[in-house]
């Protein structure tokens, strides 16, 4: 009976602390999921003020910019004309044609799109020039040329040689304010 007792105690308490530990087990894992759940809405929320202080960073970065945008925008001006100025484009590249002994001719194609928000204005045209080698060259660097007095691409040309004379018919796109 002694012996009936003790294994009968023993069981009970085997399964006291069997018990005791599958509960604790239980409970561990509940609360290392609500500490998970916990640390990553804290990581949310840290990610997120972070991001507005990086924002309120880069508003101030601009703000204290922008003298120095107001000193681009009159260099801008001065520069890129706005949408009206590229009528004046075909007499200023004959002008320059006939700076280097160059014929030059252009003709603006289309309707020029205005600029807006960040994005510049713009106008298609087509060009001829015919002279020498050596003067072409000259008259399309200094066509290309970041003070110029236009802003412009060249899309595409083509050149034809006689012999001594070269002829370039090209296309372009123009930029505006």
């Known amino acids: 009976m002694v012996k009936d007792r003790f294994a009968k105690q023993l069981w009970i308490s085997g399964g006291v602390i069997l018990g005791s530990i599958a509960i604790a087990a239980g409970v561990l894992v509940y609360l290392a ?3 998970s759940a916990e640390a990553s809405l804290i990581t949310n929320d ?3 003020i972070q991001a507005k202080t990086d924002a309120v960073s880069t508003l ?12 681009y925008q009159e260099a801008i001006a001065q520069i890129i004309p706005d949408q009206y100025g590229l009528v004046t484009f075909p007499q200023w590249l004959a002008t320059l044609g006939a700076r280097y002994n160059v014929t030059a001719n252009a003709v603006l194609q289309g309707t020029a799109n205005a600029a807006s928000g960040g994005s510049a204005g713009n106008a298609q045209f087509s060009f ?3 002279g020498s080698p050596s003067n072409l060259t000259a008259f399309l660097d200094s066509m290309n040329e970041k003070s110029a007095g236009f802003l412009l691409t060249l899309n595409s040309f083509e ?9 370039i018919t ?3 796109i123009l930029f505006s304010r």
């Not at 970065?61 to 922008?66: I, K, S």
């Not at 050149?159 to 002829?167: I, L, Y």
């Open 33 to 35: 999921g609500e500490i």
């Open 46 to 48: 840290r990610q997120a």
């Open 60 to 71: 101030a970065e601009l703000e204290a910019a922008v003298p120095l945008a107001a000193q």
């Open 128 to 130: 001829t020039a015919e």
């Open 159 to 167: 050149v034809v040689s006689d012999g001594a004379n070269q002829k």
């Open 170 to 172: 090209g296309q372009g």
